[in-house]
């Protein structure tokens, strides 16, 4: 609630600054109106306060009116809360420093290592407290956070060795984000993520009691009872053959924009393929890794084809790259008797670490959600399910118009089963799987409902159809349909909102009958957040941008060798069918990014069609993926960052030198495998 709050105070905040603006468009003065604008928005975002009250008084004697008097009153109250806030952090740092003092003496008697993982959650709120700026050396010289960052070290590696690997990673993964500039423990991260994804994947019963246990340690109740349903790996991996993976690698190794050689891919995939083979959880499942005989036959064998492949070679070729599956999934037969396809699934895995964080292989039982994410629809029945407070799968709403609603789905039903199949131990991600489906198709989901005060059951048998996921979203609810939203953070002042949660197939077109309609009811500002944007489709977001840049290419893309590949230019067509090409041009407009995280593109920041040093076209920033698809094979295939994500403007003659600003981020990765999800949390479209 305190989070929802602060976001909301300071998005209005960022509305009155919009307001400003349009209240200065309004002042009849001379050619002084635009400079004087100009300086009131750079003091409030330099933090200048002494020029912005000057400028704030010459905005009351200029226009007496309440909108003026107003915009003054509420900065200087933002001014005083800043004041507030500096003496709270003060006292806050204090209170965090006795806190992890007290933690660091209550994890000698927890082995678990709940009260050092405490401590290092601690200690990341110390760093913000610092506004982030605290580098390795900074938080290396403090005693007390040198002794917070060792501990959980030791600890960590004592847990992986231990084969303790949740512990190992909570921990891990908490130094990472401490550490994440110089990303020390990336690679540490990157291993534990590989094991849990495997285990999660091939033991998912072991998986569940690894989560169970460690929440049991922790004090919290159990997780339901485990659900096999729709959780084989073998169902998950069928039909999958090495030409998925051959196909990805060379798209990969010659169109990748950090130009990885293909011998790395193939290094890294072998490392793959050990990993899994060097994990005792797997053993229940692939019981050829309990003969150690075989196992070290195995490993023996594969680091001499390691070694092979290291040798120098002018080029590899498709039938090279075929000859090497072959070896690896005949030396599994011979010895350990893993299936090929789970050898070939981490050899794929492996291969593609040494690329970006988005550039990974769709596997074909990922396809379905991939193309929900992108494209913005899925064929379900059109309900948003989350977990309730038992971990119970509930219905949060049925979507307008769906054929669950249609069917008197009702909102807080709880799905127990479809399709005759008990849902208890259901995760999310099982529940979309077993309920979506191919089109025109139907499925049979039991509820439990409250009547009158009794729990009643009631089935439904429900037609899949197409199901649209909005992308664009306005400040509040106005009415229960997707599209149903009230525009305006500040009506009287004609201030707009617009969130995009994602890039999809219809966000610029969302976007632009969003903007219709607000222009309709006098639109003069607009707050366009895209805080927690994870990205998506690059067309779209060029086509974003069309929006509010008249002309001209938004951006430029290179390959790994800085060749010039493809230009792009903000769409025509749909705006000029709708009359308003770059329409937003001359709008005050404010972009809500995150700090340090995901920001807002160049080209959306611009403000002044005059000014042509802003005039900087959509740099995507960290965090952000634009999604190339290269073709698929059979249901799956490569989706990979193949090219550097330039502007214009910062394209320089000569590609051969070194180019510190080509795309090939790596975002802090998630805690999934970890987490697991709480009551009132994440929802899922099914």
């Not at 929900?372 to 948003?384: A, D, L, P």
Request: charged share 25%; net charge negative.
């Amino acid at each position: 609630m305190l989070r929802s709050t602060t976001i909301r105070r300071l998005t209005v905040l960022a509305a009155m600054g919009l307001s400003s603006l349009v209240a200065s468009a309004q002042v009849e003065v001379t050619g002084q109106v635009g400079q004087w604008s100009e300086q009131i928005w750079t003091s409030a975002k330099s933090g200048d306060t002494r020029e912005l009250d000057a400028m704030l008084r010459e905005l009351r004697e200029r226009e007496a009116t309440p909108l003026a008097a107003g915009i003054a009153g509420d900065v200087q109250r933002y001014g005083l809360n800043i004041t507030k806030r500096e003496a709270d952090r003060q006292s806050r740092i204090a209170e965090a420093r006795t806190e992890l003092q007290e933690r660091l003496i209550e994890a000698n008697d927890d082995p678990a290592g709940f009260k050092l993982g405490e401590a290092m959650v601690l200690a990341m709120e110390l760093v913000e407290l610092h506004g982030g700026l605290l580098l390795a050396d900074d938080l290396m010289a403090d005693p007390l956070m040198s002794e917070a960052i060792n501990r959980a070290d030791a600890a960590a590696r004592q847990a992986e060795s231990a084969g303790e690997w949740l512990k190992a990673s909570e921990l891990f993964y908490r130094l990472h984000v401490l550490f994440d500039i110089d990303k020390r423990y990336q690679t540490e991260i990157d291993r534990l993520s590989r094991r849990l994804e495997m285990v999660r994947l091939y033991a998912p019963e072991h998986y569940w009691s690894m989560r169970n246990d460690r929440r049991l340690e922790a004090g919290e109740s159990a997780l339901p009872p485990y659900n096999a349903t729709g959780d084989s790996y073998e169902e998950k991996l069928a039909g999958l053959d090495k030409w998925v993976i051959i196909q990805s690698i060379s798209i990969a190794g010659t169109r990748h924009v950090d130009g990885q050689a293909i011998r790395q891919m193939i290094s890294a995939g072998i490392e793959g393929v050990e990993t899994m083979v060097t994990t005792s959880d797997l053993a229940e499942t692939f019981t050829g890794l309990q003969d150690s005989m075989a196992k070290q036959a195995f490993l023996k064998n594969l680091d001499a084809i390691r070694q092979q492949w290291r040798q120098p070679k002018d080029r590899l070729d498709q039938r090279d790259l075929g000859r090497l599956m072959d070896e690896l999934t005949e030396l599994s037969e011979q010895t350990v008797g893993i299936p090929k396809e789970a050898v070939l699934h981490e050899f794929g895995n492996g291969a593609m670490t040494v690329l970006d964080d988005y550039s990974t292989i769709i596997w074909p039982d990922q396809v379905r959600r991939f193309e929900r994410n992108t494209q913005g629809e899925f064929v379900g029945i059109g309900v948003s399910i989350q977990y309730d407070e038992l971990m119970q799968i509930k219905v949060a709403t049925p979507l307008e118009g769906s054929p669950a609603q249609r069917a008197g789905v009702r909102t807080d039903d709880v799905i127990v089963s479809v399709n005759g199949d008990s849902t208890t131990g259901f995760t999310l991600d099982q529940a979309v799987d077993v309920i979506t489906g191919p089109k025109n198709t139907k499925v049979t989901i039991g509820v439990e409902r409250e009547e009158d005060g009794e729990t009643v059951g009631r089935e439904f048998t429900i037609v899949r159809s197409v199901i649209k996921l909005g992308s664009v979203k306005g400040w509040k609810r106005s009415g229960a349909g997707e599209d149903d939203w009230n525009w305006f953070v500040d009506p009287d002042s004609g201030i707009g909102y617009v969130r995009l949660s994602q890039f999809t197939a219809s966000t610029a077109e969302d976007l632009d009958l969003a903007i219709n309609e607000m222009t309709r009811q006098g639109l003069r500002g607009l707050v366009l957040d895209l805080r927690f944007n994870p990205g998506g489709l690059l067309d779209q977001a060029v086509d974003v941008v069309g929006e509010f840049v008249p002309s001209g290419v938004v951006v430029t893309t290179e390959d790994a060798n800085g060749a010039l590949t493809a230009t792009e230019p903000r769409q025509e067509g749909l705006r000029q069918a709708r009359g308003h090409p770059g329409r937003g041009a001359g709008q005050p407009r404010l972009c809500v990014g995150q700090r340090d995280r995901r920001r807002c593109p160049a080209g959306l920041r611009r403000t002044r069609p005059d000014r042509r040093d802003r005039d900087r076209p959509a740099q995507l920033r960290q965090g952000q993926r634009p999604e190339r698809l290269a073709p698929q094979h059979e249901g799956s295939g490569p989706a990979q960052g193949h090219h550097a994500v330039l502007p214009p403007a910062q394209r320089p003659a000569d590609p051969s030198p070194p180019r510190p600003d080509r795309l090939g981020h790596r975002a802090r990765p998630g805690c999934g495998h970890v987490a697991v999800a709480e009551p009132g949390g994440p929802h899922a479209p099914a």
